[in-house]
């Protein structure tokens, strides 16, 4: 856990210090998407690539520092848009996958079919009231 910690944290830093947060942050902007939309699928994209949950909210939120601050107001949508997106799903890297495997006592199969279903239909839902919820807002 420490080590897991510990390198989101250091990439995080590497993000920062070499200006890729602000990058990102400018293409973000730049499409013709919502802004909780835009962080979800960002927070998706972390989730599958790096596998852990807990890595890809500290990445996914790295990344989309810079992006947050140009929405002033937003802050606990975009927040809870993040969760939403690293909610996506799981794989056999992320150590949820496996205390779902062993407590459910399932195949491994079964927590790919079953249990990511369930994980993309509440990513999927959370995000609707998210959008619905920001359009109330606006």
Do not use: H
Request: some cysteine; charged content about 10%; overall charge neutral.
């Amino acid at each position: 856990m420490l080590f897991l910690f510990g390198t989101a944290g250091g990439f995080k830093e590497v993000i920062g210090a070499t200006g890729v947060g602000d990058y990102i942050a400018l293409q973000m902007g730049a499409l013709p998407l919502s802004p909780v939309a835009v962080v979800f699928l960002v927070a998706a994209i972390m989730r599958i690539a790096l596998g852990s949950a807990t890595a890809a909210i500290l990445t996914a939120s790295a990344l989309l520092g810079r992006f947050a601050l140009d929405l002033p107001g937003m802050e606990t949508l975009l927040v809870l848009s993040v969760a939403c997106g690293v909610t996506i799903g799981t794989q056999p890297a992320d150590s949820g996958f496996w205390m779902v495997k062993e407590y459910g006592n399932l195949s491994t199969s079964d927590v790919m079919l079953r249990f990511n279903g369930c994980r993309v239909v509440m990513a999927l839902c959370g995000l609707a009231i998210l959008l619905v919820a920001e359009r109330i807002l606006s």
